[in-house]
Nanobody, 133 residues
């Protein structure tokens, strides 16, 4: 398993941009789906961006497509989420998540609510993003 620590959450106004970071330690990370989930207060946690740690397939929720970008620096063991054109509805606790997968496994299932066996997921502690009008 991996251990994850997020950072970068702040309060800002709508229309702004923000970058979140996730530091990864522990296991080698070449067979994971790596992504970002968010959970607004009182609502379900949902995946908004996911990618394989090896490979080019990247997936986004429709609500963030074109505004958010997930990237991985494997050498630095860092996962990033660049968020542009932020909206009040982006307000949430943001979690970095790594899910162990097979060599040919898809990460598409990490968009939306977590669906895989929970023992395959590693989660960070979360970082809060507040977007005001």
């Amino acid at each position: 398993q991996v251990q994850l620590v997020e950072s970068g959450g702040v309060s800002l106004q709508a229309g702004g941009s923000l970058g979140l970071s996730c530091a990864v330690s522990g296991d080698t990370i070449n067979t994971y789906c790596a992504g970002w989930y968010r959970q607004p207060l009182g609502k379900q946690r949902e995946g908004v961006a996911s990618r394989r740690t090896r490979g080019d397939n990247i997936y986004y929720a429709d609500s963030v497509k074109g505004r958010f970008t997930v990237s991985l620096d494997e050498a630095k063991r860092m996962l990033y989420l660049q968020m542009n054109s932020l909206k009040p509805e982006d307000t949430a606790m943001y979690y970095c998540a790594f899910r162990r997968t097979s060599a040919g496994g898809s990460c598409l299932g990490d968009i939306g609510p977590p669906q895989g066996p929970q023992h395959l997921y590693s989660w960070g502690q979360g970082t809060q993003v507040n977007v005001s009008v």
